[in-house]
């Protein structure tokens, strides 16, 4: 049995397996530029995030019904609760879909009746957050918030993703105030190839309530102690880390230097489909090349827990906690 947790950093469309997106390719007559799913396994070598993205997006072309996206998000739902997941904030990328004429009704509607499942499926809680691409333009990311508003219900919150650098936070003040007037949740990506000012800026501009990544946020000293004093959970995500190249190896990773800060640093999985492992295989991974000790992964689960947006729910929150102090390692 795995380590109870919750994953707060995941892209539903980072879990397109090869399998599944030939198999949504058949079924929806698309072709892929990849003879079979061995052939498209060779282009999962990835220099930087925009390597990786330009992949991302080029096997999204698969998914265009409300059918498909439920399919992935009940396949990641299943492999997650397989890898000890009790509860998943899950992101989604809206622009990339509405951009190849597949609205947000058909993305927002499919993922949510396998999300409507999953606590009877698979014993998951979910929530669904929205991200913004930030290499788009801020009227474009205003727009997709009005084209989300029939679907609030299902959306507890907005992101930002893609393309960090040469795209600040301070870009999309207006679209996050106007979030944040909807009383949704705020998060973004920052730091991850991008400098220590955007976490800043995120912060403060943004109003966030963690920061996804946020990697950089250790140089700059003053930032790391604002972190912990506000106690701002960083969402990592160490094999992503290794295969974008933001770290060297593994066993270079600062997540010890982080915890030893006093920083609430979450493990999560970010696209695992892509990037060698889903969220248990991070834990796994960090152990063995970080030789971090029970009581530091104990921590981890903890805090995935404590900086997940259950506010409406802290029995269940309660429950989970319990079952993190419970766990017997192996
Ligand atoms: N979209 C999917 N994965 C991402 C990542 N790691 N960083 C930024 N945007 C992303
Ligand atoms: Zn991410």
Not at 42 to 47: G, I, K
Not at 133 to 137: A, K, N, P, T, V
Not at 290 to 293: A, I, M, P, R, V
């Given at each position: 049995m795995s380590l109870p947790k919750a994953e707060l950093h995941l892209h539903i469309e980072g879990t397109l397996e090869p399998e599944l997106a030939f198999g949504l390719a058949a079924r929806n007559g698309v072709s892929l530029p990849y003879a079979d799913t061995e052939e498209l396994r060779?282009?999962?070598?990835?220099?930087d995030l925009q390597s990786f993205l330009n992949l991302y997006y080029e096997l999204m072309a698969v998914l265009r019904t409300e059918q498909d996206f439920a399919d992935l998000a009940d396949a990641y739902l299943a492999r997650a609760a397989a890898q000890g997941v009790r509860h998943a904030e899950i992101f989604f990328d809206p622009q990339a879909h509405i951009a190849r004429g597949v609205g947000m009704g058909t993305v927002v509607e499919g993922l949510g009746r396998a999300l409507g499942a999953a606590e009877e499926r698979h014993g998951v809680s979910t929530q669904l957050i929205m991200c913004f691409?930030?290499?788009?333009?801020a009227e474009s990311a205003m727009e997709t918030l009005d084209a989300a508003k029939p679907y609030l219900h299902r959306i507890a919150g907005v992101g930002l993703d893609s393309a960090?650098?040469?795209?600040?936070?301070?870009?999309?003040a207006a679209v996050y105030e106007a979030a944040a007037a909807l009383g949704l949740r705020r998060v973004a990506h920052a730091g991850e190839e991008g400098p220590p000012s955007y976490v800043v800026q995120a912060l403060?501009?943004?109003?966030?309530?963690r920061i996804d990544?946020?990697?950089?946020?250790?140089?700059d000293p003053a930032l790391v102690e604002r972190l912990v004093r506000e106690r701002v959970p960083l969402t990592l995500c160490p094999l992503s880390n290794v295969r974008l190249r933001t770290v060297d190896t593994l066993a270079e990773h600062p997540l010890p230097a982080m915890l030893d800060a006093g920083l609430m640093c979450t493990v999560n999985s970010d696209d695992p489909a892509y990037f060698g492992g889903y969220v248990d295989d991070n834990f796994r991974a960090v152990r063995e090349a970080?030789?971090?000790?029970p009581e530091r992964l104990r921590e981890l689960a903890r805090n995935s827990f404590e900086a997940s947006f259950l506010d409406h729910d802290e029995e269940r929150r309660a429950r989970y906690l319990a079952e993190v102090e419970a766990y017997e390692f192996g």
């Open positions: 060779t282009a999962y070598r990835f220099s691409l930030r290499d788009e333009s960090e650098v040469g795209h600040p936070p301070v870009k999309f403060d501009v943004l109003g966030v309530e990544h946020g990697l950089r946020s250790m140089e970080l030789g971090l000790s």
